[in-house]
């Protein structure tokens, strides 16, 4: 039974006033998505996987160090630089405002992982190898990705579809914030968020957590970044990829006003 | 005006042949040395088929490295082809005649030598028919003709069918000449090849209207390959020193410097291997020297440009990609020697009329360009990854395995083995030029003067 499909537009809004840098959404995201484990060699070759990582800065002088904490997951550009350059279609929007990988398509050229600017394309310089003992752990709605193919975070497009078949296919209504949270179609990263800095969404629904912050970002662009009413902003919102995950400024009331700006 | 004994028709082919109607002693093993080079290079591409890209020392942030740069080289080798057959053929160049066919075969091996680059660098190049091919139609899948990579095929697909024809109708009457001097089946064989040339009014006039209209054509390819390969770079918005429209010009201009180059040097080594001391004489070395000058000057005022937009913008991003080139180690050396090698040996060499006539310092000024070139290529590709953007939490550094240098390596040995064995069976100067070149370059009295004949190729 085909039931008309529902107008999603799924968004991401981080909230960094929240995120401690546990990593717990690092690890999630490497068990659901069957990313190969990341080896010394891993790190030593400069080839680790890592759909979505914390990356630390470290702001201000001794005695006033703090340490910033960004997750950086693939941002789902809606005008994504790296769609237009790939040759045979790999990678492209689909209507859902996802951007997705077809890991049969693809031929690894790398030319979308040189043109990402937020660096969140990986691509499989060798065969992926898991322990005997860990071969079961594999989750067997995710394609094991072969070498020499690009692959990046998918916002969890297996949990997405599973949540579209059991939900609305069955005629349980639409797939909001609430049927999200009950049913675990959200991605790993925002369930496993111990702190819930990671909020998943749809931009279409009204009653959506992220709905706000996307339309107060989008209203407001980058000309008109001040007059925004919350604290929502984009990375490297000036090459204006326009991306569907939307970070939240850190709040700092003990932030010294000479040194450093909000990360 | 032109220096050199005149030589009677039996001469020019007794000499030009000689690379086809009798093998040098040093050939087979010159070429059984190349060979063994190959076939250590394909064993190299075989493991790294049969392994992944994970034997090569590309990584997370540099996902290009020594395979693209050495792409980008042997295409800006193969523009001297053009350059000096088709711009110097409509510019009515007459220095150019014993360079052309050199010129043009060497576009056909570098061309066909840049094409296996892409290929190898890619994750699954046995899946490479579809993207240079549409022709998975059940799918309904074709190319994205959104990207640079499907550009480059196309223009490269087009130089090389364009240059092959430029090439094979050059040699028509040579494989006349060759089919009058060979027995059994090479005889058979050049027949078939020569279509039938008897050198009759006629065939001469479709032949030389072939090649001028030839010309005339390949003159936008001349300009859009190499700037279409530099699309490569100028599209990619991510990458800060390559997102730059001068990029086109800076290309193509540097393409003929390294080309033309390359051509010089070939020249020189065939003149030594086969002894062409009268037809590829000084003057013409000199005239290539000459041209030299003005094509690296314009390539040194697009250098200069571009680092200037990069500092111009004062984008963090770009200053940094900047900082890595001037100061970081080893990129500030390979840049200081890019800069001496590409500009100020070559050209100070070529400033003077003895050097430029001396063929062993004009083979140290060529091969310089290309080192340098080649550094230019590298320099702009590794760079730019290294520090690709504000996320400096993946920053890192690129090491060539040795895997790169074989196969790079290699791609010189191919070059020079398809020249060596090119020149075996077709002549790599063309013989009816030089007599054309002859004919025409008897003097004329004009009242009292003897000045050398004007002439025009219709």
């Known amino acids: ?263 | 005006m032109q220096e050199g004994r005149v030589l009677s028709t039996r001469e020019v082919n007794r000499d030009l042949l000689r690379s086809i109607l009798d093998t040098p002693r040093w050939f087979w093993p010159v070429v059984t040395v190349l060979g063994l080079i190959l076939l250590i290079a394909a064993i190299a591409v075989g493991i790294m088929v049969n392994r992944g890209l994970g034997v090569t020392g590309l990584n997370r942030p540099v996902a290009w490295g020594f395979f693209i740069t050495n792409f980008v080289f042997w295409i800006g080798i193969s523009h001297a082809g053009v350059m000096l057959s088709a711009i110097l053929r409509l510019a009515k160049a007459e220095w150019r005649r014993p360079a052309t066919r050199a010129a043009e075969v060497l576009t056909l091996f570098s061309l066909m030598t840049a094409m296996v680059m892409p290929i190898v660098h890619t994750g699954r190049p046995w899946r490479i028919l579809y993207w240079v091919f549409p022709y998975d139609f059940a799918r309904g899948i074709w190319p994205n003709i959104r990207t640079p990579l499907v550009w480059d095929p196309s223009a490269i697909l087009t130089y090389l069918t364009s240059s092959t024809l430029f090439v094979a109708i050059a040699l028509i009457p040579d494989f006349a000449v060759l089919r009058d001097h060979t027995t059994g089946i090479a005889h058979r064989v050049y027949s078939v090849l020569a279509m039938g040339w008897e050198g009759n009014a006629r065939q001469w006039k479709l032949q030389i209207v072939a090649g001028v209209l030839l010309s005339a054509l390949i003159l936008p390819v001349f300009v859009s390959v190499h700037s279409i390969v530099s699309w490569d770079f100028g599209m990619a918005v991510a990458v800060k020193s390559w997102h730059s429209t001068v990029f086109a010009p800076y290309f193509v201009v540097g393409a003929v410097h390294s080309g033309v180059s390359a051509v010089a040097f070939a020249l020189i080594l065939l003149r030594w291997c086969y002894g062409w001391q009268d037809y590829i004489r000084h003057e013409h070395i000199d005239a290539l020297g000459r041209l030299l000058i003005v094509v690296a000057t314009g390539w040194f005022y697009f250098l200069v440009m571009e680092i200037l937009f990069g500092m111009y913008g004062r984008e963090a991003d770009e200053l940094m990609v900047r900082q890595t080139q001037f100061t970081y180690w080893p990129y500030n050396f390979w840049f200081i020697l890019f800069v001496i090698t590409t500009y100020f040996i070559p050209v100070a060499l070529w400033l003077s009329r003895a050097w430029r006539r001396n063929l062993w310092i004009m083979s140290i000024a060529c091969i310089s360009v290309n080192v340098g070139m080649w550094l230019e290529r590298f320099l702009i590709i590794v760079p730019g990854l290294i520090n690709k953007q504000l996320f400096t939490f993946v920053w890192a550094d690129y090491r060539p395995s040795i895997f790169e240098y074989i196969i790079i390596g290699s791609t010189f040995a191919l070059v020079t083995m398809l020249m060596l064995l090119f020149s075996r069976v077709f002549p790599l100067v063309p013989l009816y030029d030089v007599k054309e070149g002859d004919v025409l370059k008897t003097q004329v009295q004009i009242g009292r003067r003897t000045v050398p004949a004007t002439f025009r190729e219709d």
């Open chain 1, 1 to 263: 039974m085909v039931t008309s499909r529902i107008d999603h537009k799924w968004g991401m809004v981080v909230d960094l006033d929240r995120c401690n840098g546990c990593q717990a959404c690092v690890i999630a995201c490497q068990v659901e998505n069957n990313i190969p484990i990341n080896d010394k060699n891993a790190f030593l070759q400069n080839r680790a996987y890592e759909w979505i990582r914390v990356e630390r800065y470290w702001e201000g002088e001794y005695p006033n160090i703090k340490a910033r904490f960004i997750p950086v997951m693939c941002q789902h550009c809606q005008d994504a630089p790296c769609e237009p350059v790939c040759p045979v279609f790999a990678t492209y929007h689909n209507d859902e405002g996802l951007n997705v990988q077809i890991y049969n398509r693809c031929v690894g050229t790398r030319y979308c992982i040189n043109n990402c600017p937020y660096q969140v394309r990986f691509f499989n310089y060798w065969h992926p190898n898991w322990p005997e003992r860990m071969q079961n752990q594999l989750n067997p709605d995710v394609t094991v990705r072969t070498r020499g193919i690009t692959e990046k975070c998918t916002f969890c497009i297996q949990r997405i579809r599973r949540g579209q078949l059991q939900v609305e296919r069955r005629g349980g209504g639409e797939l909001n914030d609430a049927t999200l949270k009950s049913g675990n179609h959200m991605p790993a990263c925002v369930q496993a968020c111990p702190t819930n800095a990671l909020t998943f969404g749809d931009q279409n629904d009204v009653h959506s957590p992220v709905q706000p912050y996307f339309e107060d970002v989008n209203r407001y662009n980058i000309h008109h970044e001040k007059e925004r009413k919350t604290r929502g902003y984009r990375v490297l919102e000036e090459m204006n990829t326009r991306p569907n995950v939307i970070y939240l400024k850190k709040v700092d009331p003990n932030l010294d006003s000479s040194g450093g700006h909000h990360g």
